[in-house]
């Protein structure tokens, strides 16, 4: 683990409502398609973004954002774009399989008791940077003091 800065930053994105799961990653991967479509998977970094939390929105509300960093301003198709506001985060690199991802949300809170972290009630991140998505890795970002 250890703590970044990241500066707020432009992204587009697509997002999707409902229960978080099997749909996550078709949205994902359709998201995908788009980006090579507009030539800009190469050397992508890809953000997952659950928005809310399923303990305490009903599942079917719940909002997902695919997202990717760009400073592109047209695109192909229409695709909404907004500020990610910017903050510090405590980085976890952990592999890229559904079984990770799951068991780190399921212990995110002994995690950061474990790691002594102020977390900030705010999405949590996941980050898919292209070379490391081909080495089997992706990393959980969590918002901190």
């Known amino acids: 683990m250890n703590i970044v800065y990241l500066q707020s930053t432009k992204v587009v994105y697509s997002r999707r409502v409902g229960a978080y799961g099997i749909e996550n990653k078709s949205l994902m991967d359709s998201f995908k398609n788009w980006l090579?479509?507009?030539?800009?998977?190469?050397?992508?970094?890809v953000l997952g973004i659950p928005l809310d939390d399923p303990k305490l929105i009903p599942e079917n509300k719940c909002r997902y954002d695919v997202c990717l960093i760009t400073n592109k301003n047209s695109f192909k198709a229409n695709?909404?774009?907004r500020?990610?506001?910017g903050g510090s985060y405590a980085v976890f690199k952990i592999n890229?399989?559904?079984?990770s991802i799951n068991e780190f949300y399921t212990n995110v809170f002994?995690?950061?008791?474990?790691?002594?972290?102020h977390a900030l009630n705010q999405p949590i991140i996941e980050r898919y940077?292209?070379?490391m998505v081909d080495n089997g890795y992706c990393e959980i970002l969590i918002p901190v003091k």
Request: aromatic letters at 6%; a positive charge.
């Open 129 to 131: 940077q292209q070379n």
């Open 96 to 99: 890229h399989t559904e079984k």
């Open 110 to 117: 002994q995690i950061i008791r474990k790691y002594k972290l």
């Open 83 to 85: 500020i990610l506001k």
């Open 36 to 45: 090579k479509s507009e030539n800009l998977f190469q050397k992508s970094i």
């Open 79 to 81: 695709i909404k774009q």
